[in-house]
């Protein structure tokens, strides 16, 4: 390029320095484009992503553990931290307000304090190495906000990396770029830079350290009916296990058998209209939560037990109740219990019976309830507990008392003859289909997994005989 033709460009951009950019429109039409950006960006997001959904609020759960946003989970570890100061005492007014007052009130007088009209980046080292270290500590902090802070072991390893990291280490990189700047405005910018990279460089170790030490926390998963289909299925199944055992899976029982401690109680059949219509949702919902002690209905909500249902656990089974017997509301296709299956193919525990357990056996086959000791919530449940172990399920034996029971057939006491077991379910025989899964599972060897089930030579269903 010749040399005139530089001179020509280089007054053109000392010219384009000295006139800037103007606010409006120039600035303005940038800002716009950029909010556009970011507006769709969010739309697409909202769209395609969405966000998990949580139940509802239950101001009875005192299980419950309020945390952030994660855009606040910063500020969150960063008041975490400065709690464990022993000298400061309580410090949540420092954390949560004074500390983010400093910073917000730096940055709005940023401006004013450094009034540099140099532009290249190698002129501004102090504004975009204290911008640096800031951001840094901000997305460090968010990584380890999910790590406590506090053990009960004598020397708790990732408590210090992270107080380390989130407070110790930014604050003396702040520290040590004030004093290059202000104390000693001839610092080489290397200094400065340098400074920053190690700032910022223990912080990402010290995070990455925190985060690979931390005890791993169990996360408990929150299944959320999400469609009318899935709140129904949802209340049917909670029924199942709270509600059937005094109420029938039909809702008409009026006098309570079998129970413990409500045997002969008269109970108001809950299928009819004078239940159904008298009571809205809120108010089924409510006598769901907080029982009637006058008619033998304990509570079963979480103010008055922390193992009791959610509130949006009462919501399904009020759902339930009224698309099942309010002839006011029509009941929508539902998908089956379980999938059909075809000649010669063996049922799965986690598929096909899982499922049945759940909604016809798990109301009285668990724990605190009498049934001679056998249990049905777990895989390893139903095939090895109860007082009779050895013979409730044997793979291949159509003879095995589970069989039995479900065909209505009731075993005998070896010695006394008298009925030792009773039919199963005890109120309602299960359907031919059920049975028929009952029977092929057991036939099949009791496969645990779909995989399992599908790698057999299956059996056909044997019919069971006294």
């Known amino acids: 390029m010749r040399e005139e033709q530089k001179k020509t460009i280089k007054e053109r951009y ?21 909010a556009l950006a970011i507006f769709v960006l969010l739309l697409m997001l909202a769209t395609f992503v969405g966000v998990p ?26 008041l975490a931290l400065y709690g464990q100061i022993p000298l400061l005492g309580k410090v949540e007014w420092l954390a949560t ?49 999910d790590v406590p802070t506090t053990s009960t072991d004598a020397v708790y390893l990732p408590g210090l990396l992270q107080t380390l990291g989130g407070l110790v280490v930014p604050l003396a990189g702040y520290f040590l770029l004030a004093l290059m700047n202000f104390a000693f405005k001839k610092a080489p910018a290397k200094a400065m830079i340098w400074t920053t990279a190690v700032t910022v460089l223990l912080m990402i170790g010290l995070t990455a350290g925190t985060v690979a030490l931390a005890p791993i926390l169990e996360t408990v998963e929150v299944e959320v009916a999400d469609t009318l289909e899935e709140q129904i299925v949802a209340g049917q199944d909670l029924y ?17 058998e079998g129970v413990e401690g409500l045997e002969g109680t008269q109970v108001m059949a809950i299928n009819g209209r004078d239940v159904l219509y008298t009571l809205n949702d809120d108010s089924m919902a409510e006598v769901i939560a907080y029982g009637r002690p006058d008619a033998g209905m304990n509570p079963f909500g979480r103010a008055y037990n922390p193992e009791g249902l959610t509130k949006s656990e009462i919501d399904y089974i009020v759902i339930f109740m009224r698309y099942a017997w309010d002839d006011r509301y029509e009941m929508p296709p539902m998908e089956p219990l379980f999938p ?52 409730n399920i044997i793979a291949g034996d159509p003879q095995s008392f589970l069989l039995l029971t479900i065909q209505e057939q009731t075993i005998p006491d070896p010695e006394t003859g008298e009925e030792m077991i009773g039919v199963m379910p005890p109120k309602k025989a299960l359907s031919a289909d ?33």
């Open 240 to 256: 199942s296990v709270h509600c059937v055992e005094c109420h029938g899976d039909d809702g008409s029982v009026t006098v309570i």
């Open 53 to 78: 959904v949580e139940p509802k609020a239950d101001p009875s759960d005192s299980s419950y553990v309020p945390r952030p946003e994660w855009y606040f989970l910063f500020l969150f570890k960063f």
């Open 434 to 466: 059920i049975v028929d899964v009952f029977l092929r599972w057991i036939m099949n060897g009791m496969p645990e997994t779909a995989g399992e089930a599908g790698a057999l030579s299956t059996m056909p269903a044997a019919t069971a005989t006294p």
């Open 97 to 145: 307000v004074l500390i983010p007052v400093i910073y917000l009130g730096a940055l709005t007088l940023l401006p004013f304090i450094d009034r540099s009209p140099n532009r290249y980046y190698g002129k501004r080292v102090f504004a975009i190495g204290i911008m640096a270290i800031m951001v840094t500590s901000m997305v460090s902090l968010t990584f380890i906000s």
């Open 340 to 391: 059909a299956l075809a000649e010669g193919e063996a049922p799965s525990y986690e598929v096909h019976i899982a499922p049945i357990v759940k909604r016809y056996c798990v109301s009285c086959h668990r724990a605190g309830k009498d049934n001679l000791n056998y249990l049905m919530t777990t895989y390893e449940e139903v095939l090895t507990s109860g007082d009779h172990a050895d013979q």
């Open 14 to 34: 000392e010219q384009s320095l000295q006139k800037g950019e103007r606010f409006w429109p120039d600035s303005i039409f940038k800002d716009v484009l950029m």
